[in-house]
């Protein structure tokens, strides 16, 4: 089924979820209803400009309304939800078009001009009010945190409507990666491939789930890596790219890393290749994440063995906090209408924590993994300067081959790293069969 009928098939079923979600969460916090505003414009200082807008995800995971300021939506139990779709007569700014049959049928919808137009439809009760928008700043039960933790552990569990839009921003992405890939073969620039990106993807930089990262060479090293040279290397070695796409505000969150020539680094990064292969096939319901992080070094330092870049053990490595110097952030974390999603290192609506393994402070998702869920799963390889140089200076020296450290440092790093939904039964990487429909 094409993705496109896929996501408006399921979008009734996915509303009807909500709906009971919102009706469990506000019932057991004692609230009548809830006003969901999408947010307002922000203006830059002392000036008339708009930062690019970002709706309250709560409001989108309701509507796919990813332009539309100061829309507010009433949530009352065993009602329709009633949705204040904010439509201005403007001249100076394009007003949003009509509404599309395919979901505005699933809402009480009221068309307004004004901004503050909603307020007339608040019921009698106690009303808790979500979102950040200036508006609600004088409200009392303002997005109550015990509420938005029950509505952020549902919203762990995807709807077919969620992974469907998740899996069209998939195949988006992976168009543009492979032009993305094209364009460093070619010699081009970060700048260049970053727009060799954008136009494949058919999206702008203010519609990209998160700052595209185009990382040539040494720049593969910085984990978040936010320039773009406007001049190419001489030649580049290699090509990190971690870029997505968003369907309906979901979003997809793909890494892929490039050599341009056969031999020891392409040989690593088709070891971390068939090593994430590996992980995503583990990602199955009852299966602790931090486990599978934790699993996760002992693989990678397996590759720095076999490679010869270290001269311990792979559990040596792990046990020291060597495999840590060149895998330094977490395996992966939640994923949907946030790139990192929420509710990932809590246990429950009290917010109570679920503690990181010690020693790896960045992991972002500390659960055991359920059907529904859907998570990033990104291991990495980097030579990064900084943590090398700590090493040497503070730990066992020779636990390094430096010189095979001296030749890889060109290089930067490899990341690999695909969306994969966690079911009953076997993962559905989301990603693989996106690049693989491309050829």
Request: hydrophobic fraction near 45%; aromatic fraction near 10%; charge should be negative.
């Amino acid at each position: 089924m094409p993705a496109s009928e896929a996501i408006t098939q399921h979008y009734a079923h996915h509303i009807s979820a909500q709906q009971r979600a919102w009706e469990a969460a506000l019932a057991a916090e004692g609230f009548d209803a809830a006003v969901i505003h999408s947010g307002s414009q922000i203006i830059s200082f002392l000036d008339d400009y708009h930062y690019p807008f970002r709706p309250n995800p709560h409001f989108l995971a309701w509507a796919p309304l990813t332009r539309h300021d100061e829309c507010a939506l009433i949530v009352r139990p065993g009602e329709t939800p009633v949705l204040y779709y904010y439509q201005p007569a403007d001249y100076w700014y394009l007003p949003p078009e009509d509404p599309e049959s395919w979901w505005a049928s699933q809402f009480d919808l009221r068309p307004v001009r004004e901004t503050g137009a909603w307020r007339e439809g608040v019921p009698a009760g106690r009303v808790a009010f979500i979102g950040d928008a200036p508006a609600l700043a004088n409200e009392e039960d303002l997005n109550p945190t015990v509420l938005i933790n029950r509505l952020h552990l549902a919203r762990t569990r995807k709807t077919d409507y969620e992974v469907a839009c998740m899996a069209a921003a998939n195949e988006i992405a992976a168009r543009a990666h492979a032009a993305a890939a094209d364009a460093f073969r070619e010699g081009l620039d970060e700048f260049s491939i970053h727009h060799r990106y954008l136009d494949a993807a058919r999206l702008d930089d203010a519609e990209l789930p998160y700052n595209n990262i185009v990382a040539l060479d040494e720049h593969a090293a910085v984990l978040h890596y936010q320039q773009r040279d406007r001049v190419a290397p001489a030649r580049a070695r290699t090509f990190l790219i971690d870029a997505g796409a968003t369907v309906h505000a979901y979003c997809s969150d793909i890494t892929r890393t490039w050599a341009q020539q056969p031999g020891e680094f392409a040989d690593l990064v088709d070891a971390m290749d068939r090593l994430q292969l590996d992980l995503c096939d583990a990602m199955r319901a009852g299966v602790d994440y931090r486990d599978l992080h934790l699993r996760t070094h002992q693989a990678v330092a397996t590759v720095l063995e076999d490679a010869g870049i270290i001269n311990v053990s792979a559990e040596s490595a792990v046990a020291s906090g060597l495999s840590a110097v060149f895998f330094p952030h977490g395996l992966g974390h939640y994923i949907g209408l946030q790139t990192h999603d929420v509710a990932g290192l809590i246990a429950d609506e009290q917010g109570t924590p679920i503690p990181r393994p010690e020693g790896h402070p960045f992991l972002r998702l500390t659960r055991v993994l359920e059907p529904g869920n859907v998570v990033t799963v990104e291991p990495g390889l980097y030579f990064i300067p900084v943590l090398l140089e700590g090493w040497k200076r503070q730990h066992d020296a020779a636990a390094i081959n430096w010189s095979a450290v001296e030749r890889l440092l060109p290089y930067g790093g490899i990341r690999v790293e695909d969306n994969v939904v966690v079911t009953d039964g076997d993962p559905v990487n989301l990603t693989r069969p996106a690049f693989a429909a491309l050829r």
